[in-house]
């Protein structure tokens, strides 16, 4: 499966990076230039919807942490969102759910939406 990444701009001050996929070394810097892209218009908020991500190895979490890291030096909020089980145990194991916007898991479920908490 290939990766496939879309950025859309909310009027509330949001800007959504919807990405779709796997995210691996050949694929990881589509991400990347969507975050970029996404923060170009200074958001108030930016949120990273991985619900359909299918695989995501060490170069999509750099992705995704550099877009944390930019989003932070503009003064963004920045969240991830809509984590599926894969991606919630990944963002868990490598200890970057709460840095990058993810309630805890209180009730054993791996799918919460972060939008709230952004």
């Avoid at 991985?50 to 003064?75: H, I, K």
Wanted: glycine residues 10%; proline residues 4%.
């Amino acid at each position: 499966m290939s990766a496939q990444v879309s950025v859309r701009r909310c009027a509330d001050g949001v800007a959504l990076v919807t990405a779709r996929g796997e995210f691996d070394l050949p694929t990881a810097d589509l991400l990347k230039q969507a975050l970029v892209d996404a923060l170009t218009s200074g958001p108030d908020r930016l949120v990273v919807d991985v619900g359909s991500v299918t695989f995501m190895d060490s170069m999509g979490l750099r992705a995704l942490v550099g877009g944390y890291r930019l989003a932070c030096r503009q003064n963004t909020r920045f969240a991830v969102a809509n984590p599926s089980a894969f991606m919630r145990y990944k963002l868990d194991a490598v200890g970057l759910a709460d840095i990058l916007g993810l309630p805890p898991i209180t009730d054993g479920t791996a799918g919460e939406l972060a939008v709230a908490h952004a």
